[in-house]
């Protein structure tokens, strides 16, 4: 599950031995009005096919994964750039929450691909635009905002027993600094998903094996 305003080519350079791995992609959807992010999980659910799978999601994609593993059964959850629990948000996101400032947020325009980087990403990009807006196909506003509403009121206390997390030390929008048990990436961004790709295709197989 790709991170918010992300579509799965975010995974384009990820490549799991076909051997022993079959890979699904999911696609993020515009939310019905009122829609919880439980809600959304459940119909996310509908789409998987596969019995007892492994899910991996980056970002709000990893809190989405884990409210699905509350759903159906799964072998394993893997969060990447992500957290585990509301007491892993960073303190300027739980000040969003008690104060709405994030509301006041500018997400109409989210069709300045610049703006929605910094976002989703947490970066300010100016080099390789072309490649963000590739990345980052989801403008919807209203979706925008309701992903920006559930992650800053998300609110799982305990992690769930079979997350294995992998965090990189230079994540900008979840600090590690609040994070604990986790798979350190060295040098690792909240992209390292995209620019970080062999060091997954290395490690991921073991990871989701053991």
Not at 7 to 13: K, Q
Not at 67 to 96: D, G, N, W
Request: with cysteine.
């Amino acid at each position: 599950m790709p991170g918010m305003a992300a579509n799965p080519s975010i995974f384009e350079n990820i490549k799991l031995p076909d051997e022993q791995f079959v890979t699904h992609t999911l696609e993020w959807f515009v939310p019905e009005k009122g829609m919880s992010l439980k809600d959304y999980a459940e119909k996310m659910c509908t789409l998987i096919k596969e019995p007892d799978p492994v899910l991996l999601g980056v970002s709000f994609g990893g809190m989405l994964v884990q409210e699905m593993a509350k759903i159906i059964p799964v072998q394993k959850i893997l969060v990447v750039s992500s957290v585990k629990s509301k007491h892993e948000l960073p303190k300027r996101m739980l000040f969003a929450k008690y104060t709405k400032v994030h509301k006041l947020l500018p997400t109409g325009l989210v069709n300045n691909v610049e703006l929605l980087a910094k976002y989703a990403f947490g970066e300010t990009v100016t080099k390789r635009l072309h490649l963000y807006e590739k990345y980052l196909s989801i403008r919807e506003k209203y979706y925008i905002d309701w992903s920006i509403d559930q992650i800053v009121n998300w609110d799982q206390e305990v992690p769930p027993n079979n997350v294995v997390h992998i965090q990189g030390e230079k994540d900008a929008v979840f600090p590690m600094t609040n994070i604990k048990d986790c798979i350190s990436v060295k040098n690792g961004t909240h992209t390292m998903i995209i620019h970080r790709a062999k060091w997954f295709n290395e490690h991921l197989p073991t990871i989701i094996l053991k």
